[in-house]
């Protein structure tokens, strides 16, 4: 072609066949369409710049609305952690500490949506999260446990545990559970008799299920056999029974589970594991349909009571203690882990003090606190003071805070004279090492009448001072004024309760008519007249303002509030005139 470009009027397609034929278009067309074309591509790319002008504004639109989400959550979190501080001490810190990492998690999110770098996972709530991983942790942990039951032969049907490793769910089946059942009392299901040595091996067992009066006529897969003690002399004299070396070794494992031995214990405490995960994942896995009354306050606390009580031990290891917190840990909620805890030791004894270490080694209390008195009546017997050693080698097992507090309890209780109860205080301290304490209860014995009762209403204004419950400050209250009126005791309880909020004087003087037991009690009316006739007197009129302030602002907020309602219906018992002129300037008719 000599290097020349032909006019386009010249070019054809190379084949007549040819996918990619380039049909011949002459120039008028072009030259009429031209002017079309133009003003298309045009149009399009002034779409095109608005669609990135578009854009660009839903960008910055979007990290507005992400910032300003961010902003208000976090002054949200703020306003959530003020009014939670107003909450028992005890409840403080968790809240306070799962706002937080909420508040955390949403910035995370948010950085990530404004970057464009959002993972599929990260959307998922923190508690789906740890739920998920609970499960997974859950399936792993209790396979080890039927390996160790396997291993150590336990007089389990063949089959039945490795059942469990392909499904777990069939720990609740009925064949399963009978042989649990049978596992634990040493016995044997009839159905398993039959099927592996035949109905004449039945004469070596007897029945421990049919019972002539209240339950004359079982169903046949529920007859439980055990041994009869002539077990040996009776296969003996049976020589017809066949797999007599099957039946002797049943006899044995069964034996051998039910002795006080080292290999009996490891059978024990790998079935009480393996149940204990396999109970909390069926939970897990079926919450819209399982009740968690009936898993976290029947159910494991047996297995964590059974699993640190071993033999005849009359104190706690320290070793199974920890095993049993590691159970309980894996309780995600913490309601559910309390409840567990709460239901252990039903029957008093050794496992009653068992249920005070598990709470004590996580919890604080005050001295005054009704779980902590409890205690203390329960490891010390009505008049009798016992060992200090004792009582300190269960102490030992609580964290600092409840031991300081439990010795506190010790030094007020009712169990034993004071002059008892401050020896056996101060020996238990000893026995701890909590020097300090013992240096200032050797200080207040020495303390003049005036310098004690200035230290003691000052610990109750300290406890004003942590938030704490209206019902422990009126326990610290009534531990101080020993149930008899004095003159000086009721002014120095008014001068404290009056310096705080004026609610928290609301609230405790609601709760003075009646005692823990819900009985009366003969000392509040002198009390409340006392307090009623200082809150109307002339000489405290700034305190009068301040709380007629305060329930001014409760009757706006709800004017059928229990507190506003119950404070006036009892000044009203003390003093009918009084009540008038609180209701008058609060705004109530």
């Given at each position: 072609?000599?290097?020349?470009?032909?006019p386009?009027?010249?070019?054809?397609?190379?084949?007549?066949?040819?996918?990619?034929?380039?049909?011949?278009?002459?120039?008028?067309?072009?030259?009429?369409?031209?002017?079309?074309?133009?003003?298309?591509?045009?149009?399009?790319?002034?779409?095109?710049?608005?669609?990135?002008?578009?854009?660009?504004?839903?960008?910055a639109?979007?990290?507005?609305?992400?910032?300003?989400?961010?902003?208000?959550?976090?002054?949200?979190?703020?306003?959530?952690?003020?009014?939670?501080?107003?909450?028992?001490?005890?409840?403080?810190?968790?809240?306070?500490?799962?706002?937080?990492?909420?508040?955390?998690?949403?910035?995370?999110?948010?950085?990530?949506?404004?970057?464009?770098?959002?993972?599929?996972?990260?959307?998922?709530?923190a508690?789906?999260?740890?739920?998920?991983?609970?499960?997974?942790?859950?399936?792993?942990?209790?396979?080890?446990?039927?390996?160790?039951?396997?291993?150590?032969?336990?007089?389990?049907?063949?089959?039945?545990?490795?059942?469990?490793?392909e499904?777990?769910?069939?720990?609740?089946?009925?064949?399963?559970?009978?042989?649990?059942?049978?596992?634990?009392?040493?016995?044997?299901p009839?159905?398993?008799?039959?099927?592996e040595?035949?109905?004449?091996?039945?004469?070596?067992?007897?029945?421990?299920?049919?019972?002539?009066?209240?339950?004359?006529?079982?169903?046949?897969?529920?007859?439980?056999?055990?041994?009869?003690?002539?077990?040996?002399?009776?296969?003996?004299?049976?020589?017809?029974?066949?797999?007599?070396?099957?039946?002797?070794?049943?006899?044995?494992?069964?034996?051998?589970?039910?002795?006080?031995?080292?290999?009996?214990?490891?059978?024990?405490?790998?079935?009480?594991?393996?149940?204990?995960?396999?109970?909390?994942?069926?939970?897990?896995?079926?919450?819209?349909?399982?009740?968690?009354?009936?898993?976290?306050?029947?159910?494991?606390?047996?297995?964590?009571?059974?699993?640190?009580?071993?033999?005849?031990?009359?104190?706690?290891?320290?070793?199974?203690?920890?095993?049993?917190?590691?159970?309980?840990?894996?309780?995600?909620?913490t309601?559910?882990?309390?409840?567990?805890?709460?239901?252990?030791?039903?029957?008093?004894?050794?496992?009653?003090?068992?249920?005070?270490?598990?709470?004590?080694?996580?919890?604080?209390?005050?001295?005054?606190d009704?779980?902590?008195?409890?205690?203390?009546?329960?490891?010390?017997?009505?008049?009798?003071?016992?060992?200090?050693?004792?009582?300190?080698?269960?102490?030992?097992?609580?964290?600092?805070?409840?031991?300081?507090?439990?010795?506190?309890?010790?030094?007020?209780?009712?169990?034993?004279r004071?002059?008892?109860?401050?020896?056996?205080?101060?020996?238990?301290?000893?026995?701890?090492?909590?020097?300090?304490?013992?240096?200032?209860?050797?200080?207040?014995?020495?303390?003049?009448?005036?310098?004690?009762?200035?230290?003691?209403?000052?610990?109750?204004?300290?406890?004003?001072?942590?938030?704490?419950?209206?019902?422990?400050?009126?326990?610290?209250i009534?531990?101080?004024?020993?149930?008899?009126?004095?003159?000086?005791?009721?002014?120095?309880?008014?001068?404290?309760?009056?310096?705080?909020?004026?609610?928290?004087?609301?609230?405790?003087?609601?709760?003075?008519?009646?005692?823990?037991?819900?009985?009366?009690d003969?000392?509040?009316?002198e009390?409340?007249?006392?307090?009623?006739?200082?809150?109307?007197?002339?000489?405290?009129?700034?305190?009068?303002?301040?709380?007629?302030?305060?329930?001014?602002?409760?009757?706006?907020?709800?004017a059928?509030?229990?507190?506003?309602?119950?404070?006036?219906?009892?000044?009203?018992?003390?003093?009918?005139?009084?009540?008038?002129?609180?209701?008058?300037?609060?705004?109530?008719?």
């Amino acid at each position: 072609m000599n290097g020349k470009i032909p006019p386009l009027d010249e070019y054809v397609p190379m084949s007549a066949d040819s996918d990619n034929a380039i049909a011949r278009v002459s120039v008028e067309k072009i030259q009429r369409d031209w002017v079309d074309l133009t003003l298309r591509v045009a149009q399009a790319e002034s779409e095109c710049a608005a669609l990135e002008a578009e854009n660009k504004n839903f960008r910055a639109l979007l990290e507005r609305t992400i910032e300003h989400r961010q902003k208000s959550h976090a002054e949200l979190v703020t306003i959530l952690t003020t009014l939670v501080s107003k909450l028992p001490l005890n409840d403080v810190g968790v809240i306070v500490a799962r706002l937080v990492e909420h508040n955390q998690h949403l910035n995370e999110v948010s950085t990530s949506l404004i970057k464009g770098r959002l993972e599929d996972g990260m959307l998922q709530p923190a508690l789906l999260k740890n739920l998920e991983k609970t499960k997974r942790d859950l399936q792993e942990a209790f396979k080890p446990e039927v390996g160790i039951l396997l291993r150590l032969a336990a007089p389990f049907e063949a089959g039945v545990l490795q059942s469990l490793l392909e499904k777990p769910d069939n720990f609740f089946s009925p064949a399963v559970t009978r042989a649990n059942r049978a596992f634990v009392k040493g016995q044997v299901p009839r159905e398993r008799i039959l099927k592996e040595f035949g109905p004449e091996a039945l004469g070596l067992f007897k029945d421990v299920t049919t019972d002539v009066k209240f339950n004359p006529r079982p169903k046949p897969e529920e007859i439980m056999l055990a041994f009869k003690p002539d077990f040996t002399s009776l296969l003996q004299q049976n020589p017809g029974i066949g797999h007599r070396q099957e039946l002797e070794a049943l006899h044995q494992q069964i034996t051998q589970s039910r002795e006080n031995t080292e290999t009996a214990r490891a059978q024990k405490t790998a079935f009480l594991r393996l149940s204990f995960f396999l109970e909390l994942l069926h939970y897990y896995e079926n919450q819209s349909t399982e009740s968690p009354d009936v898993v976290f306050a029947q159910r494991l606390p047996p297995l964590i009571e059974q699993l640190v009580i071993t033999g005849e031990r009359e104190e706690l290891d320290e070793k199974h203690l920890l095993a049993a917190e590691a159970l309980l840990a894996l309780i995600i909620n913490t309601d559910h882990r309390k409840a567990v805890i709460n239901n252990i030791g039903k029957g008093g004894g050794l496992a009653r003090t068992l249920r005070y270490t598990l709470a004590f080694r996580v919890e604080q209390f005050s001295e005054a606190d009704p779980l902590t008195v409890e205690c203390i009546k329960h490891l010390i017997p009505q008049g009798k003071a016992p060992a200090p050693a004792a009582v300190a080698g269960v102490l030992k097992l609580f964290n600092t805070h409840m031991q300081k507090a439990c010795v506190c309890a010790i030094l007020a209780t009712d169990r034993l004279r004071k002059e008892d109860a401050e020896k056996l205080g101060k020996a238990v301290a000893l026995e701890l090492g909590l020097k300090e304490m013992l240096d200032r209860m050797s200080e207040q014995t020495s303390l003049a009448p005036e310098r004690e009762r200035k230290l003691a209403w000052d610990l109750i204004k300290d406890l004003i001072s942590a938030r704490a419950a209206p019902a422990e400050v009126l326990a610290a209250i009534r531990k101080r004024m020993q149930g008899r009126y004095d003159a000086d005791e009721v002014k120095a309880c008014w001068l404290v309760l009056t310096e705080a909020d004026p609610l928290v004087f609301v609230r405790v003087f609601c709760l003075l008519p009646y005692l823990p037991n819900g009985q009366a009690d003969p000392l509040a009316r002198e009390v409340m007249e006392a307090f009623i006739n200082r809150l109307t007197h002339e000489k405290y009129v700034e305190t009068y303002k301040k709380t007629i302030h305060a329930l001014n602002k409760l009757f706006k907020v709800k004017a059928d509030s229990p507190a506003l309602v119950n404070f006036l219906a009892l000044v009203k018992w003390v003093d009918r005139a009084a009540a008038e002129k609180i209701s008058r300037d609060v705004g109530m008719a």
